[in-house]
């Protein structure tokens, strides 16, 4: 992966499920893939999650392809009636699917003579499509033009992101520093806040309230693609909360 | 709440807040929203996640209220700078914010005369609209159109949905049943499975599979409004199954 400076480099992810839409399933992809990214200096600009319908699936990947470098897609490649990732994939891009030599031999050598129909389904790959290696169980996922289709299962969906990162261009990571209050509320800590946000509107700088033993908090969070400007910002905001008089402040580690 | 009986009520999640996007914190809004819906007979149709930046929510809040009946937003009502969720709603509908008069005496008993500028912030509503009823700390969410704007905080927005739903025009609920196959994997599950959902277009059947101590396995969820009628499809479900030679079949429970 090459890092192109200072250009933001940006991805969105589709998820795709009516398990996650009905509340059966708690989505855990969108964090993993969050953060997988952000260590690759590429910032998840948006999430989408959609039904196990043809065109709701056309329409968000398309939509969301124009719009950022890549699009990374959870759910729906598995063998099953209701796994259409890839028929909507090739339809977004206006190609057939057709299968794919490599997983057909994988299947065949799985399974011999019983890959049936509904094994043969998921190696359909649209066109023009390369593979997206699975090291952990099953067929793999595929990717074509800037687009990347992996399975929703999170384990399976992990194993293939390590096939992903390799193959994006990066931007320079953001970094972030945390500066923990505790015993005043985001109603004190907000003027300060505000006043060293608006100073550096090349920063992003959040408030993350929390309540606990000794009432109200909040981890303020700098982020930044400047990891020296970052730690000036910092002491900018603790002397900035201090002259408020709020004197419970610190720079803390977050995992 | 009224029930209209066949049509179908949907809504969209509409998450706002970098930390989500960022990956540092886990969204759980989503699916306990839709859990909650779903009971009340309205279907999650979508969700989005966008950052703390006007002119994204303002996008995605017109493009989820005109498609459909309802959009519930989380995030962004606090005090400080980066909580624009108010004004994005005001922008979206065309009016202006102004502080309510419930909310200001909320504030004034709490904080007497510290309500300083920040703690203003929350009380701000867009003209027209209504309060959503905080029963759990802080001030309240707010109603307009067909949008509710809720807090964040996972306990906070739960709260706050006890006083959404009675004013959702309700649906017929969906309701499903669960049939798990142990010992085969989708691949065998596919075509059964396939061939009763051709037969019930009406029904959705999903197959979400799993891997256990006896191999492969797979939960197949049976959706639809008519309770009896799922009784039915079941049953038709099991026996294509096991017409299939896949014996390991059985009706759950799931919680």
Known sequence: M?????????????????????GRTQDTNMRDIARYLAVLGVDLAEARTVPDVMDEIVDALNALRSRYDYVITTGGIGPTHDDITADAVAQAFGVELEEHPEIMAMLSARWGGEVN???????????????????VQGPPGFTIGNVFTLAGVPAIMRGMLEDVGPRLRGGRPTVSRTVRVEGSGEGQIAAPLEAVAKAHTDMSLGSYPFFGPDGYGSNLVVRGRDPAQL????????DALRGAGIDNVREVEVA
Do not use: F, H, W, Y
Not at 231 to 238: D, G, H, R, T
């Open 2 to 22: 090459a890092s192109d400076g200072d250009e933001r480099v940006t991805a969105a992810v589709l998820i795709i499920g009516d398990e996650i839409l009905s």
């Open 117 to 135: 129909a509904a094994r043969r389904r998921m190696a359909r790959v649209p066109v023009g499509g390369d593979l997206v290696k699975n090291p």
């Open 231 to 238: 730690v000036e910002v910092v002491q900018e905001l603790i």
